[in-house]
């Protein structure tokens, strides 16, 4: 009778529990499903808010960006293109003064007047304010200007492009030219009669030799069949240093426009204005009905915010902005070219670039729909599996209850008092249960467990203590491998002839990467950058071996080891004895005259460093040489360069070019002389610590897989006289 009263309670008590979990589950289940319904209505609605938002200004951010980008690109390469017109007008310029200076040792060269049967060829040909009949009158100063023929046929491969016409124009009434618009009715040409001329050729008689390279407004030329037309020009001198003319070189504003609207297409508008603000190239120039092209401002009548970009245009100035033109929101960006003072300028209509926002949030939109009625749905066949499920297990339970009550109660009890025990730290315990079934093999597994957790602990301690012993060892093996580089800045107080920063970050615990600076004589400072083959407490000791006899052998003076290169030959030497473990070093070292800013260097298989000059960097010509501890008798090349004031040195190991992200992707040369460019007016430290956040935004939290190592070395003046190593 007792027996069956236990298994009624258990069964009771299984039934009960069953019964009402399973009710306080489904309310449950049902109440977090409808909450997730609303919560999916509600987060789609913020979704489709926030994305609309998030992506109309990242959308604008990045097309704002390119645009700017890509009128900075334009600028760039129009001012290159009109700085080589330029430097041509100087030159032929120039060319025409020594041809008047030599005029007792150079024979005539005769120029034909303008012919209709050479029109479309390119010829030299000359016209004057008469005609043929003036050449009497000028005959002597037009041979002698003849020749100049050879350096303008030289100029031949720039005429197919830019270039329309190269002329040289005089004080005597005549021009030679040098183009495919020979014509009989060109033959009468007075050049002192053009505007282009007279406005040059005034600022010249009245400034001297204050007067250099102009450009002209846009203009019609008689002989340019209605298109516009800019001339860039220059003087030039007689003998005796008077005023004698200009040589000009004019441009098809057509020709500009193709440059300008390469992208016209993606970016819908393009324009390139003066500092007058007159219209100098334009996407949407159009003829006038008689063929001409005229002119015009770039000023809009009524429209003061575009009037406002447009002055700061021609005030020089780059940038970008959001105007109205001609009813509708465009994106501008615009850039100065240097060489002329002309500004050029992209648009890109707003609505193409906010078009995908108003699909994201439709699509958003249309997303919702369909997961709202997918959630119905989960909701109508979880509800119908619930009332199934919620029958089949009380059915189960009732009857697993009244089969297992008996023999599960009492081995129970036994096994979570055994297992107590063990939970007490009582590892000794052991469970007896002879039940014939998977409770005798559950105590049988309890057991296991406890002896296997008894050894568990006894190793976890051993191997806890051998980590602790081995960290200690390694933190100390990182202090002293620190204390072995220079780390105090400025470590030459009283040296004002240069500034210099370095800073090593192993990868590991240690690392084979160093760096060092020293004086070897009072005025020539060491700079040495080097990288060991491998990593860790190997590497680290191979390190401390290099760095400590490229120094010694350095600092012995001129009568031990003497340049750069001799420096390297004794190391690898020394190295390369007894290298059974076959590492080797990759290293770059130079001496610096502070006196004169020379620098000798040597390179051993090691990257190039950057040379920063004129606020421009290039990587440091570098013959370069082998490994030291690689070859036996090995021998290097020096090279040499001459540091300015301002001139600065940036030494780095692949640490930082061979940093990865999480697509391994190499952060390599190029975005690292981007960084260097944008970052080498900082004080050292500050611009050693941009480049290395600059590779840490780059790796986006990627491990760091090898040392990074860099030196800076800035040179600020030639040395004091008196000058002694700090």
């Keep these: 009778m007792k027996k069956k009263r236990i298994e009624r309670k258990i069964l009771s008590v299984a039934v009960g529990i069953s019964v009402v979990s399973l009710a306080a589950f489904c309310a449950v289940a049902f109440r977090g499903l409808y909450s997730v319904r609303a919560h999916v209505l509600q987060s789609s609605a913020k979704l489709g808010e926030s994305a609309a938002a998030n992506s109309g ?15 900075q690109g334009h600028s760039r390469f129009i001012n290159e293109r009109l700085t080589g017109i330029a430097k041509d007008a100087v030159y032929f310029a120039g060319h025409v003064t020594e041809i008047y200076k030599s005029a007792g040792k150079l024979a005539p060269v005769y120029i034909p007047y303008a012919s209709s049967e050479n029109n479309g060829k390119l010829v030299m040909w000359m016209a004057s304010a008469n005609g043929a009949a003036d050449y009497p009158r000028i005959r002597g100063e037009a041979g002698l200007l003849g020749n100049v023929k050879p350096a303008f046929v030289s100029n031949a491969d720039d005429m197919e492009a830019l270039t329309r016409s190269l002329y040289l124009a005089t004080e005597s009434g005549f021009i030679i030219s040098y183009d495919r618009f020979s014509d009989d009715r060109n033959r009468i040409f007075d050049p002192r009669a053009r505007r282009w001329y007279r406005e040059s050729a005034d600022i010249c008689r009245a400034y001297g030799d204050s007067c250099g390279t102009g450009w002209t407004d846009p203009y019609n030329d008689a002989s340019s069949e209605g298109k516009l037309l800019v001339t860039c020009s220059h003087p030039f001198k007689g003998a005796d240093g008077s005023f004698k003319g200009m040589v000009g070189i004019d441009l098809f504003i057509e020709d500009l426009n193709t440059v300008v609207n390469v992208d016209s297409g993606k970016y819908g508008h393009a324009v390139v204005v003066n500092r007058k603000a007159t219209v100098i190239a334009s996407s949407d120039m159009k003829r006038r009905p008689d063929g001409v092209f005229e002119a015009k401002s770039a000023y809009v009548e009524g429209n003061a915010e575009y009037n406002s970009v447009i002055d700061r245009m021609t005030g020089g100035e780059s940038g970008s902005a959001r105007v109205g033109i001609d009813g509708k929101e465009m994106y501008m960006a615009y850039a100065c070219i240097p060489v002329t003072g002309w500004s050029v300028a992209l648009m890109r209509p707003v609505s193409e670039v906010m078009g995908p926002v108003t699909e994201n949030s439709a699509a958003i939109e249309s997303m919702t729909k369909r997961s709202l009625g997918a959630v119905n749905n989960a909701i109508m066949s979880v509800l119908i599996a619930f009332v199934v499920g919620f029958a089949l297990v009380v059915a189960a339970v009732i009857y697993l209850a009244r089969m297992l009550s008996a023999k599960i109660s009492r081995p129970i009890v036994t096994l979570e008092g055994g297992l107590a025990r063990i939970a007490g730290g009582e590892l000794d315990t052991r469970i007896a249960l002879k039940t014939g079934d998977e409770i005798e093999q559950l105590g049988d597994s309890v057991n296991a467990m406890a002896r296997e957790l008894k050894k568990y602990i006894s190793n976890l301690q051993r191997v806890t203590a051998d980590k602790e012993r081995i960290s200690a060892e390694l933190g100390v093996a990182t202090k002293i491998q620190e204390s072995m580089l220079p780390r105090v800045f400025p470590p030459f107080p009283g040296r004002p002839e240069f500034d210099i920063y370095a800073s090593m970050e192993p990868a590991k615990e240690v690392g084979g990467d160093f760096y060092d ?3 070897v004589e009072d005025n020539t400072l060491a700079v040495i950058v080097a990288d060991v083959s491998g990593k860790g407490v190997p590497a680290a000791l191979f390190m401390v071996v290099a760095k400590t006899l490229i120094k010694n052998n350095a600092q012995c003076g001129w009568k031990c080891a003497g340049s750069p290169k001799e420096v390297f030959e004794k190391v690898n030497g ?17 001496y610096l005259d502070t006196g004169t800013g020379k620098f000798r260097y040597v390179n051993a298989g090691h990257t190039p460093p950057i040379l920063i000059t004129g606020g421009k960097c290039a990587a440091v010509k570098v013959k370069p040489g082998f490994v030291l501890a690689g070859l036996e008798d090995t021998r290097y090349t020096e090279g040499e360069l001459t540091m300015r004031p301002g001139d600065g040195l940036f030494l780095y190991t692949d640490g930082i070019t061979e940093a990865v992200n999480g697509q391994n992707a190499l952060f390599g040369q190029t975005r690292l002389a981007e960084a260097v460019n944008v970052y080498n007016n900082l004080p050292l430290k500050e ?17 760091q897989a090898d040392d990074i190592t860099m030196l800076a070395l800035r040179y600020t003046s030639t040395a004091p006289s008196d000058g002694k190593a700090a």
């Design 687 to 703: 611009f050693t610590s941009a480049i290395k956040r600059e590779i840490d935004k780059f790796a986006g939290g990627a491990e």
């Design 574 to 590: 020394i190295l390369c004895d007894g290298n059974d473990t076959g590492m080797f070093v990759t290293a770059f070292m130079g």
């Design 57 to 71: 200004r990242v959308l604008e951010q990045e097309a704002v960006g390119r645009l700017l980008d890509r009128a």
């Design 517 to 519: 600076f020293f004086f």
